[in-house]
């Protein structure tokens, strides 16, 4: 199953719901215990109204512990019994920068993607003070339905990789400053941007097309920025600690002086 075929969904929908849930048995594991949360469009949907919601084809999490492909077969090994229990079926796969956890229903009508970051001793190594600096500043989040909770990453923490992203995003696709300009206006019309954004992430999952894919993308990250800074809003001095971690933000360049300030209006010297 490759992801561009899953359906986008909320957390409302039962299969993420139940993704969720079946997360909760890491928490059996002492390795595990305390040491993944949300990240990613999942995690921005727990901060917002369900009319705001931006649908996404999978819960990312991030892992605060090195993992090879061995470690996390022992790793979610709780998390695929716990979902078959739930009548789903489960496939593992190993990709570039993660590790998948491919959930479908019996009919295989509904299915989900759970990604877990990917990162060897070396690299975790390098990431860890941040890693774990994102950990303690997460927040716990309710699953719909359930008496049971989730660990997901502060508001700040999901914007900066997503302007980072978008910095890059305009770098390589300058020829994107004006029509941003438009869609990004600073009373913004929330629903006809989500509207926008669902239909033209939709027409790139279809094309392929890498350019329609990365600006889809990049839309897709701005809207996530804009609804969290206005429905939960930013802490800024810890928004500003969280940037200076990334170079593209630390270091003034003219994409990310019109995505931070001219787009954004965001507290990021």
């Not at 996390?72 to 229990?85: M, N």
């Not at 669902?198 to 809207?223: F, I, M, N, W």
């Amino acid at each position: 199953m490759a992801k561009t075929d899953i359906v986008p969904k909320t957390i409302d929908s039962t299969i993420v719901i139940d993704g969720l849930r079946a997360l909760r048995a890491l928490d059996d594991q002492d390795q595990s215990r305390g040491l993944y949360l949300v990240v990613g469009g999942t995690a921005v949907q727990t901060y917002l109204p369900p009319e705001n919601r931006r649908p996404t084809s999978d819960i990312d999490l991030s892992v605060v512990r090195p993992l090879n492909y061995e470690e996390f077969k022992r790793f979610v090994k709780p998390v695929c019994e716990t979902l078959a229990d739930a009548g789903y079926q489960v496939e593992m796969k190993k990709r570039d920068n993660r590790f998948q956890l491919n959930v479908c229903d019996a009919e295989r009508e509904d299915s989900l993607s759970i990604e877990f970051s990917r990162r060897n001793n070396e690299k975790f190594k390098k990431l860890q003070s941040r890693l774990e600096r994102e950990l303690q500043q997460g927040r716990r989040k309710a699953i719909a339905g359930t008496s049971s909770s989730y660990l997901v990453a502060a508001p700040e923490d999901i914007a900066v990789p997503k302007l980072v992203r978008g910095v890059g995003t305009l770098e390589r696709l300058p020829e994107l400053y004006p029509e941003l300009t438009i869609i990004y206006q600073p009373q913004p019309n929330f629903n006809g941007i989500l509207n926008h954004v669902v239909g033209e992430r939709a027409v790139a999952q279809k094309t392929k097309d890498p350019k329609q894919v990365e600006t889809a993308r990049l839309k897709a990250d701005l809207y996530d920025v804009m609804t969290l800074a206005t429905f939960v809003g930013y802490n800024a001095g810890y928004l500003q600690l969280a940037a200076q971690e990334w170079n593209k933000l630390r270091e003034k360049s003219a994409p990310r002086d019109f995505l931070v300030e001219k787009l954004l209006h965001l507290d990021i010297q």
